[in-house]
């Protein structure tokens, strides 16, 4: 599909953006917390993937590389709203002094409630670690930051989002 695509096909287009543009939404939702900018986003992200359709290299799934096209459209939207992430590099967490976190003892839905209180930048960095499942390295490059700073960014948005948790 992703050939016929490649060749200007409108209904291999409108069929693989059928296929995606569910879950891209929700990326996009996930990050910019709001509908309308989230749609935007995600076409915006199509209208781009179907122009670079001839630097897909299939070293990834579409489906990968469009959600990273989304990422990094969402991530630089938050930017033009000044939306900051500070560097922390003089501050190193060791997340690993944490006591761990019993699996069942955490509702879903209250997690999901914590993250949309969160501030804009924490819930970024929350969304690409544990829901995008991005390691501290790629936070670091998507976001334009050392992985030091992705490291203690996550260590505060996971604290703040514990104590908006207990508070539900």
Not at 88 to 117: R, T
């Amino acid at each position: 599909m992703v050939e016929q695509c490649k060749t200007g096909n409108p209904s291999s287009q409108y069929e693989l953006y059928s296929l995606y543009v569910d879950a891209m939404f929700n990326v996009g939702l996930r990050f910019l917390g709001n509908k309308e900018d989230a749609e935007d986003v995600v076409q915006d992200s199509f209208v781009d993937a179907f122009k670079k359709l001839h630097s897909f290299k299939y070293e990834s799934s579409f489906g990968a590389w469009l959600k990273r096209i989304v990422i990094n459209k969402s991530i630089n939207y938050l930017k033009t709203k000044r939306v900051a992430i500070v560097p922390m590099e003089a501050h190193e967490f060791h997340l690993a002094d944490e006591e761990p976190i019993e699996a069942d003892a955490v509702d879903l839905q209250k997690v999901k409630m914590g993250i949309a209180k969160l501030p804009n930048g924490y819930k970024q960095i929350i969304n690409l670690y544990l829901i995008e499942g991005y390691d501290h390295v790629e936070i670091g490059e998507i976001l334009g930051v050392s992985t030091s700073t992705s490291k203690s960014q996550y260590h505060r948005a996971k604290k703040k989002l514990l104590e908006i948790i207990s508070e539900l």
